[in-house]
């Protein structure tokens, strides 16, 4: 992973940036895996239990665990902020609320807190970049450069 707070800013301000993630639709070759995963999961509690409830919950909790991947998510980057709508409800990040960044390597990770330890990251937005991954990180690198000189927290 990569760093994007201390990136040089584009003068002129990008594009809006609006794209659907859906993995499950989007990436056939990891959709098998991962359903045959779940499937074996559900098998093998049901081997090692005897109880078909149980097989049922493992499955689901797995399937929720994993909702990005079952979910198409729509994300909107702009000089708002990060927004993402998941079943007709948006959440945004504002940029100013943008602590740091980290380049991974399907996607950037935001967090909206200065802390950097393994835990903070469950409390970020991953944002998949899907086919826009240059696009993604230039709007990332301009406007996390636009609250530093603005006197955000970056």
């Not at 927004?83 to 935001?110: K, M, N, P, Y």
Request: aromatic letters at 10%.
């Amino acid at each position: 992973m990569s760093d994007l707070s201390h990136a040089p800013a584009r003068q002129e301000a990008p594009s809006p940036l609006k794209w659907r993630s859906w993995p499950l639709r989007d990436s056939p070759t990891r959709a098998v895996p991962v359903v045959l995963s779940l499937v074996t999961a559900g098998l093998l509690v049901r081997w090692l239990t005897g109880h078909n409830y149980l097989a049922i919950a493992a499955v689901s909790a797995l399937a929720v665990a994993a909702w990005r991947f079952f979910v198409p998510v729509w994300f909107v980057l702009s000089d708002h902020g990060v927004d993402q709508r998941v079943f007709g409800r948006q959440r945004r990040l504002t940029w100013r609320a943008i602590h740091h960044g980290e380049v991974c390597a399907s996607g950037v990770l935001l967090l909206a807190e200065n802390d950097r330890s393994k835990l903070a990251s469950w409390r970020g937005l991953y944002v998949p970049w899907a086919e826009h991954r240059d696009e993604v990180i230039a709007l990332v690198r301009h406007y996390a450069h636009v609250g530093e000189a603005a006197g955000g927290p970056l």
